[in-house]
T-cell receptor
């Protein structure tokens, strides 16, 4: 069975500081990994995804994540936080054998606060 | 183009009642999935439909059901509502099945069971 653990339900950073949101996964098959963002009263928006190929994945709004198989991690980073980055972030995994983005296992989420 | 539309946005129901939620996918999208989001359990997969056929189902009781119509619109139904069914129900649509096709989420229907 697959699972996702996001370390830290709340993360607070200052504007301009590095954002680091942690995600570890468990999967018995090669995983496909995703990061989504959710703003208040909104649905989820895909930030980036790893399927195959390059392990460093760049997404929208300056975010990137690196797939590290040996550490079973897919941490999300952004060099410089902006006030508009305040939201909840979800890491998700899908089964690469017949999986789809319509059938995802999500982590519990990390709420990011950005202080001026 | 229009995004994923979920109706209604907010709903209040009484325990024991049933409810039907609707999802209109992005035009041309044939895959629709449903998720339940609660503070305690987080985001949990309910089911996925593609071309009117249920392709995957999450670990929810039989009170939760869904269907997809020929125009790809989808409905989910919850019968005999319980307080614990209070949640944000999210629908996502994608062009096709497969992990490389992005899923686009609607804003959700917030169901409150009293």
């Amino acid at each position: 069975a697959q699972s996702v653990t996001q370390l830290g339900s709340h993360v607070s950073v200052s504007e301009g500081a590095l954002v680091l949101l942690r995600c570890n996964y468990s999967s018995s098959v090669p995983p496909y990994l995703f990061w989504y963002v959710q703003y208040p009263n909104q649905g989820l928006q895909l930030l980036l995804k790893y399927t195959t190929g390059a392990t460093l994945v760049k997404g929208i709004n300056g975010f990137e994540a690196e797939f590290k198989k040996s550490e079973t991690s897919f941490h999300l980073t952004k060099p410089s936080a902006h006030m508009s980055d305040a939201a909840e972030y979800f890491c998700a995994v899908s089964d690469s054998y017949g999986g789809s983005q319509g059938n995802l296992i999500f982590g519990k989420g990390t709420k990011l606060s950005v202080k001026p | 183009k229009a995004g994923v539309t979920q109706t209604p946005r907010y709903l209040i129901k009484t325990r024991g009642q049933q409810v039907t939620l609707s999802c209109s996918p992005i035009s041309g999208h044939r895959s629709v999935s449903w998720y339940q989001q609660t503070p305690g359990q987080g985001l949990q997969f309910l089911f996925e439909y593609f071309s009117e056929t249920q392709r995957n189902k999450g670990n929810f009781p039989g009170r939760f059901s869904g269907r997809q119509f020929s125009n790809s619109r989808s409905e989910m139904n919850v019968s005999t509502l319980e307080l614990g069914d209070s949640a944000l129900y999210l629908c996502a649509s994608s062009l096709a099945q497969g992990v490389k096709t992005e899923a686009f989420f609607g804003q959700g229907t917030r169901l409150t069971v009293v």
